[in-house]
């Protein structure tokens, strides 16, 4: 079965087409299935791809002039997306022209334009932003929402928790990914309201959905690998999610600082650079580069804008596996399992919906 | 001038009588202006004193025969509280007996025993846990709420903000410290409702309570030294501190695990071992033990359940440098330096006190 083509939106990220193309090219260079439809500025994208025949010999070029900067807000960004990299690749996802988009641009922009034009999926209320962690385990810990929503009620976080494990499920094999609700402690009284309600909704209804849900878990546990699936808001798992990169930075630069400190441990650095590159290897963002929003109509990828092209080359490598393994169809076969009597909230649960319907 | 008494709950914590009294001796020998109230089991705290005759000379015992257990709820400690240790440590600070108090105990527990006991302050509507973080910078960070209040309103926030400033003034001696709100993005319209007034409020007052405050603040940059004081809900809060926990100890098990990989690895961890003592050291959860509960009429630090005798000394140390530094009536001056008019929040942003009023 071929691949569906992905779409590069070449002028993301901070580095733009430069970067932008080496990862594509590093990524069809491991992959020679890939195929890639590559949006942005003609003249540039030929440029960069003069060093990647193989990427040329597989790609198609679709010329834009504008694009959407870090600081164009996402109202703007919406107004000004037709002619935009970003906003003609997310369109040739939902004209059929490509399976799937990634770009390293504005996340606002991107989520916003997203939105609009791929419109959530059947059952989904609101899109969310998931991303792979490191662990102690054998498999990454998928966490979701990162960003795409400050605050959710009970009803979102069920949703979340069911797209979390369609992914944990492509991307771990896990068979019933192991999923938990972040809270600040793991007492069934801990925590809002909407956390609450959400751990009543999933106790009921994990077997149904092919998931472990036993309840809540706490941000120290997020990385220890005994969990698949963290499942918050997008204001909480922003907060978290920085916190994991900046403390892993943090004790980084302390080590740095420590191995620099006199001759001795400069000496044991190199002795032990085995050591310390196995840690370097595990904390590189670039390596778990590629987050995912979840609950479209077709699939959209962030890369990070600071990633170098092996970053770029793992964030088309987490879209091809989403296209591959159809997570889109696998949430939806959920939601249908899901559905009937055990998919409408108990009582009192379903405010917010209420009022907006 | 001499030091008032600081009251130990001796019975609390995850080993109990003999960590609690080991770390007293240890803070007494490095500071022989403590004295001490050692409330609980009078045999067992007798025993423990034994190979401390300096803590023993310097301490009066109150005898109790009730614990806290680490499973009350509050509402069951705040039925139990009266024949308790944690209980009589608390009362001690009300009447006087004691300047402050320290417990290793049940952190819900202590929050309700201390806010029903002690009472919030004139101008303060809610306590808030607060704690020191390492950074890479000259100073420790202080952080609050990590967790006394779930739900927090705007008032809350500038009102710790205010706690947390004072705090920063006698732990770090800056005149005027660097406070930022916790937020998902620095950007002005970023976050809750509750986030975007705070930051109105604290903007329009910083310069008449002598701090500097420039906004929001991202979870990535706790840590990173050019801020003093990070303000955020107890939800949030709590999130944000165990997760930088949890991947400090994580980063450390890599390490671990990278050292033991092989012979030249091991030989280099050796060589190197001053480095990583040195991270070890800024790491280890011991040396930044002792959170605070801000905002009460007298002073209750919170030491980690887990903490050996040198996390509690260190709670101590805490404990009677917020003493000596008279935070509680600081406290207090700035509220009242904040008062008239610029306290009055904007129309719209009082919702929630007006209520309860």
Redesign the interface.
Known sequence: MSLPRIAIDAMGGDEGVRVMIEGAALARRRHDRFKFLLVGDEVRIKAALENHPNLRASSEILHTDGVISGED?PSQALRRAKGTSMGRAIEAVKLGHAGAAVSGGNTGALMAISKLTLRTMPGIDRPALAALLP??GDNDVIMLDL?AN??CDSRNLVQFAIMGAAYSRVATGRAEPRVRL?N?GTEE?K??EELRDAAAVLKGAAENLAMSFDGFT???????GDVDVVVTD???G??????????????????R???S??L??K?????????????KH??DPNNHNGAVFLGLNGIVVKSHGSANAAGVANAVAVTARLLEENVTERISADLARLGGSTWRMPKGLTGVQEERA
Not at 218 to 224: G, H, P, V
Not at 238 to 255: Q, S
Request: with cysteine.
């Open positions: 807000k662990t102690l960003g400050t605050e972040l600040i009284t925590g809002t706490e941000a120290d546990k997020i990385c220890r997008g204001f909480t922003n907060v978290a999610l920085k916190a994991v990169e900046g403390t892993a930075r943090f004790v980084a630069d302390l080590l600082r420590g191995f400190s006199s001795r441990s000496i044991g650095f190199l002795i032990s650079k085995p050591a310390t590159d196995l840690l595990h904390l």
